[in-house]
DNA sequence: ACCTGAACACCGTTCAAGT
DNA sequence: ACCTGAACACCGTTCAAGT
């Protein structure tokens, strides 16, 4: 696995730079506007650009995507070490998950990275350990509370709150915000 | 909307009937497999047929989708309807919700079918509504029992379980196929 | 070093021509 | 009535040719 880099690599010739940032603008937009798929050859032409300056900026789809979101992910790796912070084990619970969750819901394509079985760059790679690492230390602190079921894992939360975001994500009349945190912050505690 | 049917017209002629089942069972293979995309274009060659053909028995992907999945469909509203007749609304719930689960896991498509803004058959719309009512009606009963929160609504309900089969779907260390349905439950009782 | 865009593969969808 | 497959549009991806 050959691992590429989410910020610009210094040495870029002016142009080059410039034509990147275009692509990412685009791509942007796209994600802004809720279209996750980022069609190479559109965000191409919308950037002025022929279709193999995209490739030789990002090679992959994937890079593209987790470089685009690696500001939202890197806000979300704070956000996760903050909570991780506080004394009270549930609020930190709670600041994990209910933090994890606006913070999905704002920005679109946070979600399929973090679904992604296997990232491209190398940042990503290190914010997602960094994240777990987060959750991890939450969750034992939650556990020890009993706030959270023994039999929950981190990867347990990982897919729990992925798929809280899928729900929240779904068509219907929207409830409340926070409806669905509430749900898994109950759902969690042992029963009893 | 112009809706089609999931069953066979009768007055079919014979190769257009063997032709129609050879693309469904194609289709099946396919959901079978885990690929949900149902290329028309593959799956006209796999069944040694010409596109048009598959366009001619399902005029959009969406109709082919409902027909391969209105068998599990059916059965998934027969089980909604029997936990709604259950005398416990626990139990009922507890049936409802998992046997749900464990149907959208056994069957894939049908969570795609559920996630559905629209429908393409008219069978389709029927099933769903009466999967809705059987839902509503264990619904109220467990609201009434303390089981559920009162501001979950049916919609929610439809989203949650969405939500956690998708879940349940992402990759990682595979916990008990209940954990996810133990959460669900717990999270929907009311707090205190 | 970087950019361009033609080229090829593949899938979606339609429709004129066949039986 | 039904089937076929060519035809066209569109996106993915590569690469020879340019600056």
Redesign the interface.
Known sequence: VNLTTTSAPAELRSDALRNRDRVLKVARDHLAAGRTELPMNVIAREAGLGVGTVYRHFPTRQSLLETVAADGFGDLVSLAQSAAGHDDPEKALRALLGGTLRCLHQKPGMAAVL?S?EFACLETVQMAAGLMDAVQSVLQRARKAGLV?P???T??I???V???????T????A??PT??L????????R?G
């Open positions: 679904e079985t079921r039999n929950i894992t990867s347990d990982r897919r729990l992925l798929g809280l975001h899928h729900a929240q779904l068509p219907g009349d409830s409340r409806a669905y509430n749900v898994l912050l109950d759902g969690l505690r029963p």
